[in-house]
Structure formats: C-alpha cells, structure tokens
T-cell receptor
Framework: EAQVTQNPRYLITVTGKKLTVTCSQN?????MSWYRQDPGLGLRQIYY???????DKGDVPEGYKVSRKEKRNFPLILESPSPNQTSLYFC???????????FGPGTRLTVT | SQQGEEDPQALSIQEGENATMNCSYK?????LQWYRQNSGRGLVHLIL?????REKHSGRLRVTLDTSKKSSSLLITASRAADTASYFC???????????FGQGTRLTINP
C-alpha cells in the first residue's frame, strides 16, 4: 500500500530534550516536506526536499533541522525543543515539485 | 506567510445542498490544489488545477480558477454527511518549490 508513515504519532517531551520525528514514504517520491499545523494559522511549511541531499527552508524553519540521506526518509529534528513548538506535524511526499502531495497521519507534539 | 485566504472560515449546510468555498491568493502560481482534512487527521488531496486551466471536475467536485482575480472556488454538489471536514486551498508559487496553504474552511453537513 502506498503510504507516508510518521513516528511517533504522539509525543510529550520537556524543553531542551532533543527529539527526532521520522518520516518514510514507499512511493519513490523525489519531493518531501514537513508542515506544522496550529489553530488559526493553518499549515505552514517548515522544510522541503527536492531530492537526496537537497533541502531548503520553508516559511517557519527556525528551531528545526532536516536531512535527506535516503530518498524514502526525511526526518525532522528538534535539537532543543521549546513550548512554542507544541503543534501537530505533518510529513508529505510528492513525485516532484508542483505535484499533489501525499500526507502522513500526523505527529502531535507537546513540549512542556 | 499566508498565500491563500479562504472564505468563509466556517460553513454549515443541510445534507443534499451544494457547498461553495472560495480561495484568494497573492502572487503568480504554477498550480492551485484543494485538500480535505477530517478532524486533525492527515490531509487528502482532492484536485489540482493548473494556472492555464479555468475549470476542473472530479466526481461531485468542481473547481474554478480565475488567475486575473487570483481566486479559486471549490463546489461540492449534493453534499453528504461524510463531506464534513476542513477544506484547504494551497498554491505552488511560480518559481518556488514550496506549497503554501490557506487557513481553511470548516464545512459541516447537517443530516
């Protein structure tokens, strides 16, 4: 089954404790992206990747890191999480830029 | 930055009626996409319309695009309870490789 998976689905952590949210797709897509969704602000893009080793900032990259060492994986790293990073995070993939995107189920992160 | 703005923010109609949602954007686009989200779950792609297209249909969905007014509309005909969800427009800005979402319209279909 073609899908985008994210882990964990739910995470509660404390300020400053490094964490990684994994994202994996099995569709051989070149384009992958991370978004955060907050009430009243909609979805905002954090980072995106056009292909392996090619990443670029979205609209809200501060406090986040990404890497794309393999085509199928695009982890999101929070080196020192803060409470303002409490949000619902979505990973998405697409065959390329400008195509429709396939979304993962979301990761609900709470930073206390 | 918010490229797409949707109107209305919330819409409540009776089952069987048609629902229309509008989206406006600010800059030149490569394409405009509509997505549906059920209650905090992942988004599902509905339809993509390119900048050189004016109208597109998919089942009960009809999307129009007016690039001169920088606006799009999504029409859902003969609505069903299962159409209850939030609907988002998203634009790929021309020359960029990032997708920018609007804040969404929350649609409620009453039985």
């Amino acid at each position: 089954e073609a899908q985008v998976t994210q882990n964990p689905r739910y995470l509660i952590t404390v300020t400053g404790k490094k964490l990684t949210v994994t994202c994996s797709q099995n569709m051989n897509h070149e384009y992958m992206s991370w978004y955060r969704q907050d009430p009243g602000l909609g979805l905002r893009q954090i980072y995106y990747s056009m292909n392996v080793e090619v990443t670029d900032k979205g609209d809200v990259p501060e406090g986040y890191k990404v890497s794309r060492k393999e085509k199928r994986n695009f982890p999101l790293i929070l080196e020192s999480p803060s409470p303002n990073q409490t949000s619902l995070y979505f990973c998405a993939s697409a065959p390329g830029a400008y195509y429709e995107q396939y979304f993962g189920p979301g990761t609900r992160l709470t930073v206390t | 930055s918010q490229q797409g703005e949707e109107d209305p923010q919330a819409l409540s109609i009776q089952e069987g009626e048609n629902a229309t949602m509008n989206c406006s954007y600010k800059t030149s686009i490569n394409n405009l996409q509509w997505y549906r989200q059920n209650s905090g779950r992942g988004l599902v792609h509905l339809i993509l319309i390119r900048s050189n297209e004016r109208e597109k249909h998919s089942g009960r969905l009809r999307v129009t695009l007016d690039t001169s007014k920088k606006s799009s509309s999504l029409l859902i005909t003969a609505s069903r309870a299962a159409d209850t969800a939030s609907y988002f427009c998203a634009t790929f800005v021309r020359g960029a490789q990032k997708l920018v979402f609007g804040q969404g319209t929350r649609l409620t279909i009453n039985p």
